[in-house]
């Protein structure tokens, strides 16, 4: 089993997370840590193979602790600048997956990454056919954020925008806010529910037909 420790300031995204990776076929959630601090301290105590690592943590950056971890990492984070991503690639991440991501795009790169792990796990001398395998393998199923059909900017917003809300939306309320149709709002809602990046209800009003309506889970 690949022992993952997931780092991230929400302990409900990092739920979130321990849920997906539970779900992917030899990979096994040791802990979970929320600031750079534990994230360190969890390190020493659990020694896992794999992190799952968020840029934004409450008392430090999560680029400065990554080049400190010594462990395989996958960046999880929606920090997008150029800036963050260079320095993840700079410090040692194998991926860079920004939120908001669906089931099947973690469980993708984690999948690649144990094929990555294994072509490395014999100590024998590598040609560079070997090396340059290991490369292809590790990123050879990354896909896209947004479904097919669909832009990732404005899948990005309408996750945004939920977010900031810090409450329940509406379809007609999350378009009136981004000044979209709301039939386009629907369906980009109605993807990021399926992908299990937001969760969906129905909202009861005094009067007509209930309505769906779609909080932020942090996925």
């Given at each position: 089993?690949?022992?993952?420790?997931?780092?991230?300031?929400?302990?409900?995204?990092?739920?979130?997370?321990?849920?997906?990776?539970?779900?992917?076929?030899?990979f096994a959630v040791v802990g979970t840590a929320h600031t750079a601090a534990e994230a360190r301290a969890r390190v020493r105590e659990l020694?896992?193979?794999?992190?799952?690592?968020?840029?934004?943590?409450?008392?430090?950056?999560?680029?400065?602790?990554?080049?400190?971890?010594?462990?395989?990492?996958?960046?999880?984070?929606?920090?997008?600048?150029?800036?963050?991503?260079?320095?993840?690639?700079?410090?040692?991440?194998?991926?860079?997956?920004?939120?908001?991501?669906?089931?099947?795009?973690?469980?993708?790169?984690?999948?690649?990454?144990?094929?990555?792990?294994?072509?490395?796990?014999?100590?024998?001398?590598?040609?560079?056919?070997?090396?340059?395998?290991?490369?292809?393998?590790?990123?050879?199923?990354?896909?896209?954020?947004?479904?097919?059909?669909?832009?990732?900017?404005?899948?990005?917003?309408?996750?945004?925008?939920?977010?900031?809300?810090?409450?329940?939306?509406?379809?007609?309320?999350?378009?009136?806010?981004?000044?979209?149709?709301?039939?386009?709002?629907?369906?980009?809602?109605?993807?990021?529910?399926?992908?299990?990046?937001?969760?969906?209800?129905?909202?009861?009003?005094?009067?007509?037909?209930?309505?769906?309506?779609?909080?932020?889970?942090?996925?």
């Amino acid at each position: 089993m690949i022992r993952t420790l997931i780092v991230d300031d929400d302990f409900r995204v990092a739920g979130v997370h321990a849920g997906f990776v539970e779900e992917v076929a030899g990979f096994a959630v040791v802990g979970t840590a929320h600031t750079a601090a534990e994230a360190r301290a969890r390190v020493r105590e659990l020694s896992p193979d794999l992190v799952l690592l968020d840029v934004y943590l409450p008392d430090e950056s999560g680029l400065a602790v990554l080049p400190e971890l010594q462990t395989d990492t996958i960046v999880l984070s929606a920090a997008t600048d150029s800036a963050s991503v260079a320095a993840a690639i700079r410090a040692g991440a194998l991926n860079y997956l920004i939120k908001p991501f669906t089931t099947r795009q973690l469980a993708e790169r984690l999948t690649s990454y144990a094929r990555f792990r294994g072509l490395l796990a014999e100590d024998r001398p590598m040609a560079q056919d070997d090396v340059d395998r290991a490369y292809r393998v590790l990123h050879d199923q990354d896909r896209t954020t947004a479904p097919k059909g669909q832009s990732t900017a404005t899948s990005r917003l309408v996750s945004e925008q939920l977010r900031r809300a810090g409450r329940p939306l509406s379809a007609a309320e999350v378009a009136g806010e981004l000044g979209m149709a709301r039939a386009t709002a629907q369906r980009y809602l109605t993807a990021l529910a399926e992908s299990g990046t937001v969760q969906m209800r129905l909202r009861y009003g005094a009067t007509g037909r209930p309505e769906h309506e779609y909080r932020w889970s942090g996925a």
